[in-house]
């Protein structure tokens, strides 16, 4: 395991970079969480750290990265980016924007309506096999998706 960046945010955990073993497992961040772990709230660092040290993988998609950049003050770049790069990259492939849109479908038929960026993290969660770690569990009702809830503090 690399050792965490200093910046604005504090010590910030990395994530090895490799696909996850037999007794691993991947782990998709929601970008409440990586918000929390820059901004140092909740533990969450404690908590990937943790994770990490169990030989577990985090990964992000571009959801979270166009989230995080959407709000992020220039001061912040430089450990904002190291912190993201240093998780895996889970790509959304045509098949998972597909499923996106067919889970933001369905359950809008249901009368819940959900943000595209979350049943674009299910997706990506389900379709790469990842467990989805989020302190919004009520945004993501699929029942096929594996979740890692966190409480909001």
């Not at 010590?11 to 929601?30: E, F, H, I, N, R």
């Not at 003050?73 to 492939?93: G, N, Q, V, W």
Request: aromatic content about 4%; charged content about 25%.
């Amino acid at each position: 395991m690399k050792d965490g960046t200093e910046g604005s945010a504090g010590k910030v955990p990395q994530s090895p970079k490799g696909a996850a073993g037999a007794d691993m497992a991947a782990y998709l961040l929601d970008t409440s969480v990586i918000i929390d772990v820059l901004n140092a709230r909740n533990d969450r660092a404690s908590l990937l750290e943790t994770l990490l040290n169990q030989g577990h993988v985090l990964a992000c998609c571009a959801v979270n990265i166009s989230e995080v950049y959407a709000g992020l003050r220039p001061k912040e770049e430089r450990s904002t980016r190291a912190f993201l790069e240093s998780l895996e990259y889970l790509d959304i492939t045509w098949d998972i924007a597909r499923h996106a849109g067919l889970l933001k479908r369905e359950h809008g038929r249901k009368g819940l309506t959900l943000a595209l960026t979350d049943c674009t993290l299910a997706a990506v969660a389900l379709g790469h096999g990842c467990t989805l770690i989020t302190d919004n569990a009520k945004d993501f009702p699929m029942k096929e998706l594996a979740l890692h809830p966190l409480q909001q503090h």
